[in-house]
């Protein structure tokens, strides 16, 4: 019930396609919903984060979508480019239980 | 204002050695995380703590692991007689007092990947 599942594992898109990624969850308890991105061997940076009560969240090419009936949300990166070529991470957390629990990544290639 | 700060950025010991890896978290921050991520997988939560106290370890190895993160100084996670097993990168992150709600957002450093030979 702690798991958040991730897909698809990989993904390809030619340059100013949409990528979108999803990620689904089980625990009714989570309410916060962080979406990361990892360079190779860099650190893992916050892209944009949601919480339940609002079913959109945009921040300029990175929308997320929530689901709450559904227990999903997912990332869209609009006009994707070759320099959002990464591995992105969904995330959540139960307010006051301080860890995440991440999802299993999705390797981004955009085609320039 | 400087991130996340973690040290070394590679380390590499042999079997059964001791493996020391330090965290600085963000100024303003007393919340410290760290995570481990083995290759090609997500990061895996290992432990929570503030100033002087372990909040949560329930994502710790029983044995052989050790985390503090004393008054003065960094955070540090221990390792000791490390197996080839314990090669991955491991992530430090920190948050701010969780006073306000965008205390959940936690921000990671760039990590130490440590290789057992």
């Known amino acids: 019930q702690q798991q958040v599942k991730q897909s698809p594992q990989s993904l390809i898109v030619q340059k100013g396609g949409i990528s979108i990624i999803n990620c689904a969850y089980e625990?009714?308890?989570?309410?916060?919903f962080p979406w990361y991105q990892q360079f190779p061997g860099k650190g893992p940076a916050l892209l944009i984060a949601?919480?339940?009560?609002?079913s959109e969240k945009k921040e300029g090419r990175f929308t997320i979508s929530f689901n709450k009936s559904a227990k999903q949300f997912s990332l869209h990166i609009m006009d994707s480019q070759p320099g959002d070529s990464a591995t992105y991470f969904c995330?959540?957390?139960?307010?006051?239980?301080?860890?995440?629990?991440f999802g299993t990544g999705t390797r981004l290639k955009v085609l320039a | 204002n400087a991130g996340v700060m973690q040290n070394p950025r590679h380390l590499v010991r042999r079997r059964g050695q001791e493996a020391r890896l330090r965290c600085s978290p963000m100024?303003?921050?007393?919340?410290v995380y760290w995570y481990r991520q083995l290759p090609e997988e997500g990061l895996k939560f290992m432990v929570y703590?503030?100033?002087?106290?372990?909040?949560?370890e329930s994502g710790m190895p029983k044995e052989r692991f050790s985390a503090e993160f004393p008054k003065e100084g960094p955070s540090i996670l221990r390792i000791q007689q490390v197996v080839r097993g314990d090669s991955a990168a491991y992530f430090c992150?920190?948050?701010?007092?969780?006073?306000?709600?965008?205390?959940?957002?936690?921000?990671f450093g760039p990590g130490t990947r440590l290789t057992v030979l």
């Open positions: 949601i919480r339940p009560d609002v």
């Open positions: 995330a959540a957390s139960v307010s006051g239980t301080y860890k995440y629990i």
């Open positions: 100024k303003g921050h007393s919340h």
């Open positions: 992150a920190s948050s701010p007092t969780r006073s306000s709600i965008s205390s959940d957002t936690q921000y």
């Open positions: 703590l503030q100033k002087e106290n372990i909040i949560d």
């Open positions: 625990n009714t308890a989570f309410d916060y």
